[in-house]
């Protein structure tokens, strides 16, 4: 007889959204920033944050049950994770679950690639069934911008994503895991899956959860949940920029032991979202277009939302293509831009001194050449602050060093390291306020609404080259499974 008392619950995971289109490697020191390991750790850095690993504390908690935290990786989305930086964490995650716990909750992203596993969530799951078995019961929680496999969906008993974007609900969606796998470890659950992939990729921009297309299938999947044998569906909106045989929009429909029921809401959803397949298209402007429509609102701030470059999917945060049309702006505009020489130099002449070089570009030409800007160092900092608003509330930031400098009516937030602008603590950590700009460029392509939405008169999203383009057909796909839409006429429904 399974009691209270006798039930300990593992956690461990790694969480990677992986853009294969970046440039460079992912290797295993890009996620040291945030290896955590053990009890210990695990509840000093996690307690009391709106996080997935926060939320499993809380959880626990609640149901008075003894957590078994194992080790926890996380790193900034970037390019492909290394055949090295694959197998390490793998291995360290897997030999870190407890012997003695009763299941796992298994924190994931859901769109992790390396160069030998295409589905790498999927890898970490045959690993750990080959270590405990096929009987021991594993929750897994994934981001909405999963690409989910069979194999996935087969080797977890439950899979949880996320029901909002921008990502607010992780907290929520981790306590809805932890419970639903306690209902397993006692017997009181069956859970069968269905799977289901409407062969489409979707570009975030069409993702926003509360309006459109994303808000019509959670409402259905919602609907759907409110039936007592239905335990969970998740909507998965997938990230066309992981060139995996997998990518692309999928749902999870996780019923209490009634197999036909889940494979009849899991295929209705596929249906209903391929039956909405050209209202996932977003109208965007080319950049100077963009600025140009930006200055000519009557009320700010405008955001640019630069979404080619979009550090939460993985780019490298130093396109210029908007900053060129900036440099002499006329009314007040914001940039953050990564660029590691120029905070070196920022930092090497101090606060007052007069800056003059190029910053940006240096990644590469897709993400356009260095821009010269001329102006005065305002502030130096270490880039460090924690999250105040809704997105991962309590969750620590580092933007390595940083340097504002002003340049007339630009100024320029620039950054060691890649900065994603979800939360406002991305401005406010140095002394900048969104309503004292015009113009806001954000390098993002929906989150950013968790930190800047309330402040936004108008939103204009910039068509420009980078390795999160909106533009799907800048993109030559080599793995993912054909027919795909966009880039084909119909799309591939898949059953499984």
Not at 122 to 138: D, V
Not at 321 to 347: G, M, P, S, W, Y
Not at 397 to 407: L, R, S, W, Y
Request: hydrophobic content about 45%; some cysteine; overall charge negative.
């Amino acid at each position: 007889m399974i009691t209270q008392e006798s039930v300990q619950i593992a956690v461990a995971g790694i969480l990677h959204e992986t853009n294969t289109f970046a440039p460079g490697l992912t290797e295993l020191a890009n996620f040291k920033g945030e290896w955590v390991a053990g009890r210990e750790a695990f509840y000093e850095r996690y307690s009391g944050t709106r996080t997935s690993m926060g939320g499993v504390i809380d959880a626990a908690d609640r149901h008075g049950i003894e957590l078994k935290p194992g080790v926890y990786a996380a790193a900034t989305p970037s390019g492909m994770v290394s055949s090295e930086a694959a197998d390490e964490l793998i291995d360290a995650v897997v030999a870190s679950i407890d012997p003695e716990a009763s299941g796992l909750v298994l924190i994931m992203h859901g769109a992790m690639a390396s160069e030998q596993y295409g589905d790498l969530e999927g890898e970490c799951l045959r690993r750990i069934r080959e270590k405990r078995g096929a009987a021991f019961p594993i929750a897994m929680t994934i981001d909405l911008h999963g690409n989910v496999s069979p194999a996935m969906v087969r080797l977890a008993d439950v899979i949880v994503g996320y029901d909002t974007y921008p990502h607010i609900d992780m907290h929520e969606r981790a306590e809805e895991a932890f419970g639903l796998l306690v209902r397993i470890i006692r017997r009181e659950i069956s859970p069968v899956r269905s799977y289901s992939h409407t062969g489409m990729l979707v570009v975030p921009q069409a993702m926003m959860t509360e309006e459109g297309s994303m808000k019509l299938l959670m409402d259905r999947a919602f609907d759907m949940e409110t039936n007592p044998h239905v335990l969970n569906v998740t909507v998965v909106g997938g990230f066309p920029y992981c060139d995996v045989a997998d990518a692309g929009m999928s749902f999870i429909v996780t019923t209490d032991g009634d197999q036909e029921l889940a494979e009849r809401c899991a295929s209705e959803l596929a249906q209903m979202a391929i039956g909405m397949k050209d209202l996932f298209e977003i109208d965007q402007m080319p950049p100077a277009s963009a600025v140009s429509a930006a200055l000519a609102e009557p009320l700010g701030p405008v955001i640019l939302a630069e979404g080619s470059d979009n550090v939460g999917g993985g780019a490298p945060a130093d396109a210029t293509h908007v900053l060129a049309c900036l440099t002499n702006v006329q009314q007040k505009a914001l940039v953050v831009i990564r660029d590691e020489a120029a905070v070196r130099r920022a930092f090497e002449i101090g606060i007052g001194a007069t800056f003059e070089g190029k910053v940006g570009g240096k990644s590469d030409r897709l993400h356009g050449e260095p821009v010269m800007v001329n102006g005065k160092v305002r502030l130096l900092f270490d880039g460090k602050y924690r999250h105040i608003g809704p997105y991962m509330t309590g969750g620590r930031a580092d933007m390595g060093n940083t340097a504002v400098v002003e340049c007339g009516q630009l100024t320029l937030v620039l950054t060691e390291k890649r900065a994603a602008p979800w939360d406002l603590g991305h401005v406010r950590s140095v002394g900048l306020w969104p309503e004292d700009f015009k113009i806001i460029v954000v390098k993002s392509a929906i989150a950013w609404q968790a930190a800047f939405g309330r402040f936004a008169k108008r939103v204009i999203h910039v068509d420009s080259p980078g390795c999160c383009s909106a533009n799907l057909r800048h993109f030559e796909y080599r793995q993912v499974r054909r027919p795909a839409y966009p880039l084909d006429a119909e799309p591939n429904l898949i059953l499984d």
